[in-house]
């Protein structure tokens, strides 16, 4: 068996040999035995002398010792020396990463390396920099916080420390809105030096292809989108309009046009004058058919809530692409928000590619390392738990129909209430998790209930959730960092039961689930409950697994059956690391143009360079003499930064619409528009054309503004309509493609085109 696995991590971007790190542990345990004889100001006098690895760690084991009352253990130490040298390392829940992250951070913090801990949320920066606060100090290292509702002020000031927690995204936005200011004082963000990232599978790998956003410079959205929405209601399934199988599109039927056609008082709404038109009922047909509430979203203090489909919490600040977001808005009767215009965003992934160097840590990380070595060239090593897991995680129970597999899961849940161990039920969606407590109460059995509906109990909930007797039935977040502590009792009982209610579309979030039970050589088991009409097996036909698609029941346990599941699962995984890889072609584009950029900006920015426009402006300048030197020079600068930020951001909306046209293109199967050329190449020149042309408008910009802009002695005047753009922007993520392929809008669009044309529909699917 172990062979095996061995056998199998060795295919796999994952380092197995930790001997040489077990040669450095003992060094580190020789060295603290001396130190263990030191008090404590003996101790801190050594922190001058320490100039190997092993000394800096047996000095931080001790310190922690005395400070914390924790002493690290052996695989935390070995855990710490892995992150030090660029690893991912693949530790259990409970094993205690957040400390085992401290002598790493220490050591790169000791030789002048700014750290970053890039922490899941909020809470977590605050709670595992404050644990080891006094361990920093001792070492006279700074530390500081990042939170989302602090100041730009504030922010400036935690960046300047030694060693900063701070979720990824926080950095991101601190990064873009820099991106944006027009003195150099009011940037905040210092050198992206070293980063360990927590959690590494969910920030680096499911995350990684989303953007970070920052907008500005609002616009009203589309006039129709109210009318549209009411119409769109009206439209009757498999009349007028059809989805596909995967569910991931929706596209009218003849019918369903001619009604919108009927409605609108056009002719042909393919027509391009009534392009938008076209769109808002694209958008609000996939709003109303495609998008549920309490799956997708929720309706929460009159706005839409996005529910991040990995953790099943709101995610704050992130939204679909404006267009999307109105439609839903329109849809559910709110208030449409006004559009932003996009002035700058990044990915996470290319984020994380602008620190010197990256290491993370996460239960799941074994799971994830193809992904990790394929996105960011990183290894994985696996940390074993100090006490080897005592789980038992039993097959998965596998039904024909959903409804078998619900009363199946109701008499396990009331079997094993009845024993008194406690149970920890995890659903896909926030409907789910309603529909099974409320089967529950049929059945006579309350339990808690945790999703994005009331996730503020979240911590109190999850308190209990571990007691003698308990039912807690949630999405799957149950927090990844939260820790479920076992009640009185509850050992001799078994544990905690992980029950989950159908598998997920990666093996890493069942593990998740998995992993909140029988921590720290804990009892605790776990048990999958799966129906082949699960949304896990859409993807496949009705060959895969028709087969065993017969009468509604449970299927006997068959190993050919878990290979399946299992198969299945992969093969979702291995499409969704396509699809980020190919995201990540296109990005990079973007991406390398923005660092051209930002360099330039950033020269401009630090006064350097901006003379080159000094001859450009040359009369206004000369009519300007009796300004000093300095207030002109500055004024210049602002001059220039206002118009390379319009050149960028008109840039940004030049490369959307680039983008959709190749979808177009790709979602028709052809080349042909593009003379034969790949559409990614053709990409690559359009936008290389795009940015040149904007450049190459930037110096007559320049003048023209410069001329035209009120200066006197004071500089330019404050009230200008210069400082306007960046006055007020918010900043979210966007889900960057909700349905099935980024082209899906498009290619319905073109679908109904080719219809209309005559051609047959299937070239598409
Ligand atoms: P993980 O992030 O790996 O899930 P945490 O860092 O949250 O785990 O730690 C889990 C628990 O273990 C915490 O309550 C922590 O205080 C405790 N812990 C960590 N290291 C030690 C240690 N060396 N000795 C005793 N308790 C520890
Ligand atoms: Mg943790």
């Given amino acids: 068996m172990i062979k095996r696995i061995m056998a199998k991590l060795q295919k796999l971007p994952v380092e197995t040999n930790l001997k040489p790190f077990h040669k450095t542990l003992i060094e580190i345990h020789a060295l603290g035995e001396s130190l263990k004889l030191l008090s404590i100001e003996g101790l801190k006098a050594r922190i001058p002398e320490l100039d190997t690895q092993a000394k800096i760690f047996a000095v931080v084991i001790e310190a922690s010792h005395r400070l914390l009352g924790l002493r690290p253990f052996d695989s935390q130490i070995l855990a710490g020396l892995a992150l030090f040298e660029g690893f991912v390392i693949d530790m259990k829940t409970g094993e ?56 730009s002020d504030e922010r400036r000031l935690a960046y300047q420390s030694d060693i900063i927690y701070a979720t990824a995204r926080e950095v991101g936005f601190d990064f873009l809105r820099d991106q944006l200011c027009l003195y150099s004082h009011q940037t905040v963000l210092s050198k992206l030096d070293v980063a360990i990232v927590d959690e590494a599978d969910s920030i680096l790998v499911d995350e990684a292809r ?72 694209n958008l609000a047909l996939h709003a109303q058919a495609l998008l549920m509430p309490d799956i997708d979203y929720i309706v929460k203090n009159n706005g839409i809530k996005l529910i991040d489909e990995f953790t099943g919490r709101i995610a704050e600040n992130r939204r679909w692409p404006d267009g999307m977001q109105s439609a839903l808005e329109a849809k559910e009767g709110l208030a449409v928000k006004k559009e932003g215009q996009t002035l700058g965003s990044i990915t996470l992934q290319h984020l994380m590619s602008l620190f010197k160097k990256i290491s993370g840590m996460s239960g799941t990380a074994v799971l994830a390392a193809e992904e990790l070595h394929q996105l960011y060239h990183l290894m994985s090593c696996v940390i074993p738990p100090r006490r080897p897991c005592m789980r038992i995680d039993k097959p998965d129970r596998v039904f024909v129909d959903s409804k078998t597999k619900d009363s199946a899961i109701c008499q396990e849940i009331a079997a094993i209430h009845k024993t008194g161990q406690p149970i920890l039920i995890g659903t896909p969606n926030i409907s789910e998790s309603e529909r099974l407590h409320a089967l529950l109460v049929e059945n006579g059995i309350t339990g808690q209930l945790l999703n994005a509906k009331n996730d ?71 048990q999958y409950f799966v129906s082949l009409t699960d949304k896990l097996f859409n993807h496949f036909t009705e060959d895969e697994f028709g087969s065993i698609k017969e009468r509604p029941g449970e299927l006997k346990p068959k190993v050919a059956l878990d290979k399946k599941i299992a198969h299945a699962q ?12 190919t995201l990540y ?27 080159a426009f000094i001859e450009d402006v040359d009369e206004r300048w000369q009519g300007l003499s009796n300004i000093s030197n300095d207030k002109r020079t500055e004024a210049l600068i602002i001059v220039v930064l206002y118009n390379l930020d319009k050149v960028w951001i008109e840039y940004l909306s030049e490369i959307e619409y680039i983008k959709e046209g190749i979808h177009l293109n790709g979602a028709m199967g052809t080349s042909s528009l593009f003379g034969g050329s790949e559409p990614y190449h053709v990409f690559i020149r359009q936008a290389h054309e795009v940015f040149e042309h904007l450049m190459g408008k930037l110096k007559d910009a320049v003048v023209d503004t410069f001329n035209s802009v009120f200066i006197d002695e004071n500089g330019i005047d404050p009230d200008s309509e210069l400082f306007d753009m960046t006055k007020s922007t918010s900043s979210y993520v966007v889900v960057d493609n909700p349905f099935d392929g980024m082209d899906s809008q498009f290619a319905s669009k073109i679908r109904q085109k080719m219809k209309k044309l005559g051609f047959k529909s299937g070239i598409l699917d």
């Fill in 96 to 151: 205690g990463k957040t400390l085992a992250a401290a002598a790493p951070n220490i050591a790169n913090a000791l030789a002048g390396r700014k750290v970053y801990l890039l922490t899941f949320n909020d809470y977590l920066a605050k709670r595992d920099s404050d644990l080891l606060l006094p361990i920093y100090e001792f070492f006279g290292l700074t530390v500081g916080i990042i939170q989302a509702d602090m100041s």
């Fill in 210 to 281: 989303i953007p970070l956003v920052i907008s500005g410079d609002v616009h009203q959205p589309n006039e129709h989108l109210n009318t549209v929405s009411k119409a769109v209601r009206d439209l009757v399934k498999s009349v007028d309009y059809d989805t596909d199988k995967h569910h991931s599109n929706a596209h009218l039927t003849d019918i369903g046009t001619h009604k919108i056609e009927k409605l609108f008082n056009c002719e042909n709404i393919y027509d391009v004058e009534h392009l938008p038109l076209l769109t808002s009922v």
């Fill in 456 to 526: 503020q109990d979240e911590a109190h909930i999850i308190a209990g959730a571990g007691a003698l007797g308990a039912v807690t039935i949630c999405t799957n977040l149950a927090g990844r960092g939260t820790d479920i502590l076992l009640g009185a009792g509850v050992k001799d009982v078994g544990g905690l039961h992980i029950i989950g209610t159908s598998r997920f579309e990666s093996r890493r979030i069942d593990d998740q689930l998995r992993g909140r039970s029988a921590r720290q050589g804990d009892p605790g088991s776990s």
């Fill in 570 to 581: 992969r093969v979702i995984e291995g499409a969704n690391l396509e699809r980020r890889k």
């Fill in 585 to 611: 072609k296109y990005s990079e584009v973007v991406e390398q143009q923005r660092r051209g950029f930002q360099k330039l900006r950033e020269e401009i920015l630090h006064q350097n360079g901006v003379e």
